[in-house]
């Protein structure tokens, strides 16, 4: 079992609801209007839903003292993007697990069979079509016919793998993002395989849901299929199969034979290396979002176990030595070195940026739960890049670039959304 909420009962103890979790560290802030960092405290404006709040609930619930059959608890819970924007404030100066405790709160949830009712069909999809969209397994593929790909599902192997993901291969007005990303590969010369319709879900909306069995089975199922199949390098756009690959999978304990890699570190690796050329000038004013799973919630994670003891009445100390993710070793600059190879382009950073950034709303479930928090989420992302003079957003997850057209188109707002490929597309 990966989420146990016993694991964190010192850290949800020694929460000194100090609020730290609400806002970027003070050096960070350049204004009052763009200085929260938590949508759900942002929105709901009750200690309950922030991070400490959260602490203060699973702390509760680990004590006995909450029924996981409380609805309004269910609620908060789950009122929450996952975005880990609380956790990385927090460790600006402190070792304290925030992220993770309300990870295991839902699964403690879960356990206990009091998951949320609209959680039910996403996971009957997830158990009968590979995917948490409601959509049938055997159109999976379809978003590839025609290119000049090897599909791994009519046999063969390959060393380099390519993973749409789930939105990027059945939204059909994203999909061409996948499509173009083959192409982008195979022009620079990459022989790259795909899985056509065997390719699954990655698994992270069920373990952000708390559904771990289901994780598990998505996570463990994918590796061996890479590693069967020759993998060296599992490519992939999907922002949120990227986070999980990289920080939960290794936790299975499965060896992986393969290098788990964004696609915009591997555009920014093949431009650099001069197997992509952009020579179109686009005299655009953009700014970049970074999504969630993309920076700092894909960093490794590993689990701290051990013993501790205090020093001077007040000090903890820690054997072995805690490590602190702190959400600092996240995929940053690639995305903004590719956008800056492109000529024309005028690059201004919004307000909030890097492990600090603000998330675009579409996280833990809440897109497909709770569509008016997460369109309220990106509008303030929005508003954010209009405050820069931004005249587009780019983004490198097919998630934040939905939700986001979706909030520009809600709310009437003028703002292109494109994705990092379709930039480096456009100036082919």
């Not at 379809?142 to 749409?164: F, M, T």
């Not at 990303?181 to 319709?197: K, N, W």
């Not at 696609?263 to 179109?280: F, H, P, T, V």
């Not at 030595?321 to 005028?346: C, F, L, M, Q, S």
Request: some cysteine; charged content about 25%; aromatic content about 8%.
């Amino acid at each position: 079992m990966l989420l146990d909420l016993n694991d964190y009962r010192n850290d949800m103890k020694r929460c000194a609801r100090c609020s730290i979790c609400k806002w970027p560290p003070l050096a960070q802030m350049k204004s009052w209007r763009f200085s929260q960092n938590c949508p759900a405290i942002s929105r709901f404006n009750f200690h309950a839903y922030s991070g400490g709040g959260r602490m203060a609930l699973g702390l509760a619930l680990a004590e006995g003292k909450l029924d996981e059959a409380d609805e309004e608890l269910s609620n908060i819970v789950y009122r929450c993007t996952a975005c880990g924007a609380c956790d990385s404030s927090c460790k600006y100066n402190s070792e304290l697990e925030v992220l993770w405790p309300i990870y295991a709160t839902r699964a403690r949830l879960v356990g206990a069979g009091c998951f949320r009712e609209e959680h039910g069909p996403i996971i009957e999809s997830l158990r009968r079509e590979d995917n948490p969209l409601m959509k049938s397994k055997s159109e999976r593929g379809r978003w590839a016919e025609g290119l000049d790909v090897k599909d791994l599902s009519k046999g063969g192997q390959a060393e380099v793998i390519y993973h749409a993901g789930c939105l990027y291969s059945f939204d059909p007005e994203l999909s061409k993002v996948a499509r173009e990303t083959v192409t982008l590969l195979r022009s620079a010369g990459v022989e790259v395989g795909i899985r056509g319709a065997q390719e699954s879900c990655c698994g992270s909306m069920a373990f952000q849901l708390g559904f771990q069995g289901e994780f598990i089975k998505f996570a463990e199922s994918n590796i061996d299929d890479w590693n069967a199949l020759g993998a060296r390098k599992v490519v992939t756009s999907c922002a949120c199969g990227f986070g999980i690959m990289k920080a939960v999978y290794p936790l299975l304990g499965k060896k992986m034979k393969f290098e788990v890699v964004h696609i915009s570190q591997y555009l920014d690796e093949l431009i650099r290396e001069g197997k992509l050329q952009l020579s179109k000038k686009i005299p655009l004013r953009v700014t970049y979002h970074d999504p969630c799973n993309l920076g700092r919630k894909s960093e490794e994670y590993v689990p701290w176990k051990g013993t501790e003891k205090k020093v001077l009445g007040q000090l903890i100390v820690r054997e072995p030595e805690k490590t602190v993710h702190r959400g600092w070793e996240g995929v940053y600059d690639p995305p903004r070195d590719v956008i800056r190879a492109v000529p024309g382009i005028n690059f201004v950073e919004m307000e909030r940026i890097r492990e600090y950034a603000w998330c675009c709303g579409a996280g833990g479930g809440v897109k497909t739960t709770m569509d008016d928090f997460a369109l309220w989420t990106a509008g303030e992302r929005i508003a954010e890049a209009q405050s820069v003079g931004a005249e587009a957003i780019v983004t490198a997850c097919s998630w934040c670039e939905r939700n986001l057209r979706d909030a520009a188109a809600a709310q009437g707002k003028k703002m292109q959304v494109l994705d990092i490929v379709e930039l480096v597309k456009q100036a082919r």
